[in-house]
């Protein structure tokens, strides 16, 4: 079941087309529309259950198997949006706004870890958090490990973003001010 987990939606159907094409003699086999799908929405669900930190309990997945076909399609239609708008500079004066759009901003981005990209920012839960009542989207958020090669490449977008929306602001100036006097 693992081999299912992080398969795109476009990718099965194209596997499992050409697989169709192909003479029996060579390992082809014909999959109707039906067992594509399944087998979609099959990996949609491993790759969330994933992604969420909780068990492959496929008991779950038999018991509501169309809802996540229908999940597995939507998936595919969302992963096409856009992002939100790319937040302004850094003023001083809007520090709590500008903090939140960049959340909200990077809330947007789907990272290579599958998770939004604002996990490599997120603030600890509260104590006494129920994970079973987080939503899926918070749940991959706190999911996404903070160490690792993916951890490393979304870290660095991250950093470049901020480091965009710095340059040329109070905060590039206060932080240049600082490192003088740290050198003296």
């Known amino acids: ?5 992080n398969w795109k939606y476009k990718d099965i159907r194209s596997l499992l087309g050409n697989l169709s094409n192909r003479p029996s003699t ?16 099959l990996s949609w669900f491993l790759t969330d259950r994933s992604r969420r930190g909780l068990s492959f309990d496929l008991d779950l997945y038999r018991q509501e198997a169309n809802q996540y076909i229908f999940f597995a399609e939507i998936d595919l ?34 990272s290579k870890s599958g998770a939004p990209l604002s996990y490599v920012i997120r603030k600890d839960l509260e104590e006494g958090t129920e994970w079973d009542k987080l939503d899926g989207r918070t749940q991959q958020i706190y999911t ?11 870290s660095k977008r991250v950093l470049t973003l901020l480091k965009e929306l710095c ?4 905060a590039e100036r206060g932080s240049r001010r600082r490192h003088r006097v740290e050198q003296a």
């Open 1 to 5: 079941m693992s081999d299912l987990i």
């Open 26 to 41: 060579r390992g082809g086999q014909q999959f109707g529309d039906r067992k594509i799908k399944e087998l979609q929405a």
């Open 77 to 110: 239609k969302i992963d096409k949006d856009e992002t939100a708008d790319k937040p302004d500079k850094f003023k001083y004066s809007s520090w709590n706004k500008w903090e939140e759009s960049v959340y909200i901003y990077l809330d947007s981005i789907v």
């Open 144 to 154: 996404a490990p903070l160490e690792g090669f993916t951890f490393n490449i979304d």
């Open 167 to 170: 340059v040329d602001t109070e």
